[in-house]
């Protein structure tokens, strides 16, 4: 008999959450990594898929193995590659024993990868794009463990100015009154691992209209496992959903323990229509490219055909 081939490619994910793509790998113990190229991050690397060496930043939640296994492999990547040295953004406990792995690389590879590892506090920001900060959000994994928000940030009119005129605008300012004030946009949050924690519910979590969240076990008797491991399970969607006011939660790390259908139907039972319409799985592939045919529909653009990755139509 003829034994069977492996699979020839695990598959990626992908959602279009406009105007963020959502792409990557997320499977509870296994690995995950998530990009939004249009941010320019990657949120977590539990493995390197190619696709995510275009982004010069990493945002490391915590350091279980599925969460960082990528990481060497990424920086020495896109330097081999001629991308430029990455930069990691890690839990502030992190920043030490990752720069440590990565001197244990040297003698390893022979090579002296240059990398950047930045450990972040509770609400310390760091530059993502022009006017926009990733804001590192403490979590509750039992481990250090942070969540990201990426935000924008506007200067806007101070509304007692609103009518004067430029030259009245300018004469304050030039009297050094401040004219503006900064208004805070949150456009993207993930959660990395975390159980149920006051704050999954602060302003980034609930204004964001693309949330990205964990929800690893979706079985009724699973609540002990997820309690044990904190995270989170289906039966906290709903207090979530009804602070998120996201167009778009994206479910990362779903257990094996789970298949789709199931966590799937869980999430209808949990969830009213309403909600439940606005939650999708990165890895539930099927439903995803339905999903994205319609939107492709819905523009009436086209995309070639592909069939194992290969376009087969014009
Ligand atoms: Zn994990
Ligand atoms: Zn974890």
Known sequence: MIPKRPLLCERLGFLYCPPWRVQGSSIAGEGTVVQVPELDVVFDLGWCPRMVLS?????????????????????????????????????????????????GWVPIENQDTPYQVQGLEHLEEVDLKPNTRLRAIEMNHGTASLGYAAIEYRSKLRPDLAGLSQSQLKELRDRGDEITYRLEIPLLAYTGDTQMCPNLLRREFCEAPVVLSECTFFNPN???????????????????????????????????????????????????????????????????????????????????????GVAVEP
């Open 222 to 308: 699973h609540r002990d496992r997820a309690r044990v491991g904190r995270h989170l399970h289906v039966e906290d969607l709903p207090e979530l959903m009804e602070a998120w006011k996201a167009k778009h939660v994206v479910l990362l790390h779903v257990s094996r323990r789970s298949s789709l259908e199931e966590a799937r139907q869980r999430i209808e039972e949990v969830l009213s229509e309403e909600d439940a319409s606005r939650v999708h799985m990165l890895m539930d592939h099927r439903r995803n490219r339905t999903r994205y045919d319609q939107q492709l529909e819905d523009s009436g653009q086209s995309h070639p055909k592909m069939v194992d």
């Open 55 to 103: 982004s010069p930043l990493v945002a490391i939640s915590h350091g279980h193995m599925d969460h960082v296994g990528g990481l060497p492999y990424w920086f020495s990547q896109r330097v081999f590659q001629k991308m430029g040295v990455g930069r990691c953004v890690c839990p502030k406990r992190l920043e030490r024993p990752l720069m440590n792995m990565m001197a």
